[in-house]
């Protein structure tokens, strides 16, 4: 399998830590993943615990912001390190190169395994969480009925939008809907009552 460019390597791991970070601390606020349940992961054990060890005395907020700022540090650090050591090791000087090697930007075989323990927990204890299944059809529902709305009658969407090419409209009725902030798209939804 033919690798893409080490930027693109680079950007991949960017949004996953950057998405799993958010989804701890989205869990978090929400009250759907608590603290306590978090201590069963290594990573974020191990965060934690530096965390209360520097500021024994902070409130539960700014503990789970220290504990995830670590977190992405030590994600973020051994990416580095691991990388400039494959870059290293392989010396590619071509995009083709790089293309025929194994993946160059990655983590160590330990912060990986500890990246997945991470991603199955916010699976099983986020993603799969009943409140969290149910927004997400209820999301689905709303964004379905909308496309329809739009694809029946798209003189409703901005001038913008009409203008472009007939031929696609389903892709251009899935753009505009794309540029849709949730509460937007849910307000329309109402004031439409397609609910």
């Known amino acids: 399998q033919q690798q893409p ?3 693109a390597q680079l950007v991949n ?15 978090y606020r ?4 608590k603290f306590e349940s978090l201590m069963d992961v290594s990573l974020f054990k191990e965060c934690a615990e530096l965390v209360k060890k520097d500021y024994p005395d902070i409130d539960d907020v700014r503990k789970m912001h220290e504990t995830i700022r670590r977190i992405m540090y030590k994600l973020i650090s051994d990416i580095c390190k691991t990388s400039s050591k494959n870059i290293a090791k392989f010396k590619p000087e071509t ?7 194994p993946k160059l930007i990655n983590l160590s075989k330990n912060m990986n395994q500890c990246q997945i ?3 199955q927990f916010l699976r099983s ?3 799969e969480h009943e409140r969290v299944v149910e927004m997400t059809d209820n999301a689905k529902a709303i964004i379905k009925d909308l496309f329809l709305y739009y694809i029946n009658d798209p003189s409703l969407m901005p001038a913008s939008y009409q203008n ?3 031929e696609n409209l389903p892709r251009t009725v899935a753009d505009y809907l794309a540029g849709m902030t949730d509460r937007y798209a849910i307000k329309i939804h109402k004031d439409m009552k397609l609910g």
Do not use: F, M, P
């Open 30 to 33: 929400s009250g759907v993943i």
């Open 95 to 101: 995009i083709d190169e790089i293309r025929t090697l």
């Open 5 to 7: 460019s080490l930027e």
């Open 164 to 166: 472009k090419s007939t």
């Open 125 to 127: 204890s986020l993603y």
């Open 117 to 119: 323990e991470l991603k």
């Open 13 to 27: 791991y960017a949004d996953e830590i950057a998405y799993n970070n958010h989804d701890i601390d989205d869990g």
